[in-house]
Structure formats: C-alpha cells, structure tokens
C-alpha cells in the first residue's frame, strides 16, 4: 500500500482552510501547509489539525508550490490550495489508489462555487485539475499566477477520478474586481519577463474572444447573471493584461 502526502500552500486562508484539511485528514497520510506568513487566523486552525506547517516567504506561486513538493515525506501527491476540498465521492477515489496506483497522475474535475453559486458552466465546469500525481514525474509549471502541474515525460499516462475538488473562489463581486486587477498585474510582468508583445490587435481581438468562448461556446448564459459576471471578467483580465503588458513594454523602451 502506498503511502499519500496532502500538500496546501497557503496565506490569509481562514475562510476556507477547515474544509481543505477535513476533506484531507481520512484520505493521506501526512498533511503539509507551507504557509506565506498569513495575518489572520491559518495557522491557528492548522494547528488543531496534525499538520506540517512551514512557513516560507512567497516565492511565486509556481516556484512555492514547486518548494511545497520538496517538504512531502512521501512521492504520492494530492496537492490542493487552501480554498479547495475533496467531495466525498473524490475522497472515496483517492483512497482506493493506495492499493491501485496504475498511473504516474490522475486527473479530477473542479467544481467552482463563485458568490455563493455553483458554476456548472462559463467556462468554468468541467475545470479538470492534475492534482494527484507522483512527484517523481511531474512539477509544477506555467505563467504566474496560472500554475498547472505537468508531467516530465509526455509519454506518461494519467487516470481520471470520479468526484470533485470543490473551489470557493471569489464571495463577492467586489473580490472578483481586486483579484482580476492583481493577477492581470502578475500576468503581465511575467509575460514581459519572456519578452511578449503586446499589439494592438491582441487587446482588442483576445478580449472578444475570451468572452464570446465562455459566454456561448461554454454556455455561460446558463449561469445566470453570475455567468455573465464572469465571461465578462474573463475577458477583463484579458483586457487588463495586454494593456499593462503594453504600458511595461512602453515604460522600459
């Protein structure tokens, strides 16, 4: 039988880190919370919990979750952040891979709630997630802050779970507003760092795009006006990391 490390990286997480950890305890064998020094109650309610809790200066979302792998005790990874948990369904599928591990990840949908909403589409349903993985064969990679794990060999295989890993993303619309001006932020000075372009066409075109995908193409309708609310922002953060990506570019010339 194998053995599972639950990995979190989190900061500022009170609001959602008992659920995360409860859905954990039963399923792995170890929990590790590499936290960024939060300012409110995390590492209070991590330590009713049996729980590795390291502290470490945020890094970048990549780089950290990339340092919270080297702190496991054991390869098998369900990595999760602080505002997911496992259903029940998933917990039940995760257990059964201690005696059954055939591949070197498996993939699980996400279901997002936004605002105290469900979100069965908008571009938002089926997210599917690589989050159980050997950390042998796989790391963490991607643009900041859109981190996704990725096997090292494209000739690996993956499963896939039954069950969800349940996000409760942004509570408020307000949220949304703060969080979409601070990851376009991030997003855009990580593509100037690989030297994108930003040309006109871009912010006009990718925008369009972005919120005719998810509104029509991934029947965001369907959601109501939450599914507006968010086809629009994503065609926001769109929007906002062009245009900062220009304004970089401009700057530095």
């Known amino acids: ?20 950890l409860e859905s954990l305890v039963n399923v792995v064998d170890e929990i ?9 109650n995390t590492k209070s309610i991590c330590s009713r919990f049996n729980v590795k809790f390291i502290e470490q200066k945020f890094l970048g979302y990549v780089e950290q979750k990339n340092f919270a792998l080297t702190q496991a005790s054991y390869d098998y990874i369900v990595s999760l952040d602080g505002d997911e948990a496992l259903s029940e369904v998933l917990q039940e599928s995760i257990i059964s891979l ?3 591990w055939n591949f070197s ?6 279901f997002n709630n936004f605002c105290g909403q469900w979100i069965k589409y ?3 349903y089926p ?3 690589l989050r159980v993985f050997d950390r042998r064969k796989a790391e963490w990679k991607g643009i900041n802050p859109h981190d996704h794990i990725e096997l090292n060999n494209t000739k690996e295989k993956t499963g896939y779970l039954k069950g969800d890993i349940l996000h409760w993303t942004y509570q408020t619309y307000s949220e949304f507003n703060l969080k979409t001006e601070h990851f376009s932020t991030i997003a855009a000075k990580a593509y100037y760092n690989l ?21 029509f193409l991934r029947l965001g309708f369907l959601d109501g006006l939450n599914g507006f609310v968010i086809s629009v ?5 769109t929007f906002l990391k062009y245009t900062k990506l220009r304004e970089l570019i401009k700057g530095n010339a």
């Open 98 to 100: 201690k005696n059954n």
């Open 127 to 129: 997210n599917k997630k």
């Open 1 to 20: 039988m194998i053995k599972l490390s639950g990995v979190i990286i989190t900061y500022n997480e009170a609001r959602n880190i008992e659920k995360c």
């Open 233 to 237: 922002q994503t065609a926001n953060i």
């Open 122 to 124: 908008s571009d938002w």
């Open 195 to 215: 030297g994108k372009k930003a040309p006109f066409w871009k912010i006009l075109f990718n925008p369009t795009w972005a919120f005719f995908k998810a509104y």
């Open 105 to 110: 990840g498996y993939y699980a949908n996400r």
């Open 32 to 40: 590790v919370v590499v936290d960024s020094f939060s300012t409110d």
